[in-house]
């Protein structure tokens, strides 16, 4: 499989180091809109082809699968670029900027029967099927919260704090804890209650939200742009807790179990080691479009909606309306 890389970013950096450790999937092209720099990109990572447009490279027929690689509020534009000139796309995360946007991006796909993806890496991990498969057993009990907290110190970088590159928490930090409760506990969501604390240019730096779902359960979330967090994800259940190490790239997984007024390790388990952690949203990728599908089983096009809808309402409470919509 060849990808194309729009854009020639940090993000696509890691993307074409993952690449560069997997079988059977190349990463032959890459478009900036900079020549000079897409050159120079293809040569730190033996790129085969270097494109100083976008538009250049998704009319390459030779490319496979485009990774959309540019700040929120280009996914859904190039992401049409892409689907329009016959490609497939891995667009990264948040999908697009709000439901309106990524409900015509996926309507696109589905008509011209190409394979479109969301790529939020924490959905594909073997992760992923570790917590199910913890949760599922039993061993905890009846689950009746989840906590998870994110946070970097990245304030400083432009698409973090401009309002028309979709910048804020949100999108680049909530979307992940968003995505953590409702790989637990579903999205039969009863309420929703946000608050944040504006950046000087009015977009959200750090972000408080709880959700209470129809069955009682709660989930609550908080994540910064301004600091590190220890980025821990917890799951309580009525004979125990599991704890994650990482929510954003999880490393460990502990159940614990109670021990009186205490409690004692019951598991402990330690995530397969990885190229960066990209490389299983790649490999999904490859595997539906052998199989001629149009989405990927991880996280189909219906979870990717649902989770905009939860943020559309979450920026709402916020009162924050990015200039381009």
Known sequence: MKVGILGAGGIAEIMAKTISGMRDVECYAVASRSMDKASAFAKDWNVEKAYGSYEDMLNDEKVDLVYIAVPHSHHHKW????????RNVLCEKSFAANTAQAEEMISLAEKKGLLLTEAIWTRYMPSRKIID???????IGKIVSVASNLGYRIDMNERMVKPELAGGCLLDLTVYTLNFSSMVLGNDIKRIEAAMVPTDTGVDGQDTIMLE????????MFTTMYALTDRRGLICGTDGFITVQNINNPQRITVYEPDRNSYTIRKDITVPEQITGYE???EACKKALEEGRIECEEMPHSETITIMEQMDEIRKQFGIVFPFE
């Not at 992401?79 to 016959?86: C, Q, W």
């Not at 498969?133 to 061993?139: F, K, S």
């Not at 779902?213 to 609550?220: K, R």
Request: net charge negative; charged share 20%.
């Open 213 to 220: 779902y129809a069955d009682g359960t709660m989930s609550s």
């Open 133 to 139: 498969e913890l949760v599922n057993e039993g061993g």
């Open 79 to 86: 992401t049409i670029e892409a689907l329009n000139a016959g």
């Open 280 to 282: 299983y949203e790649v």
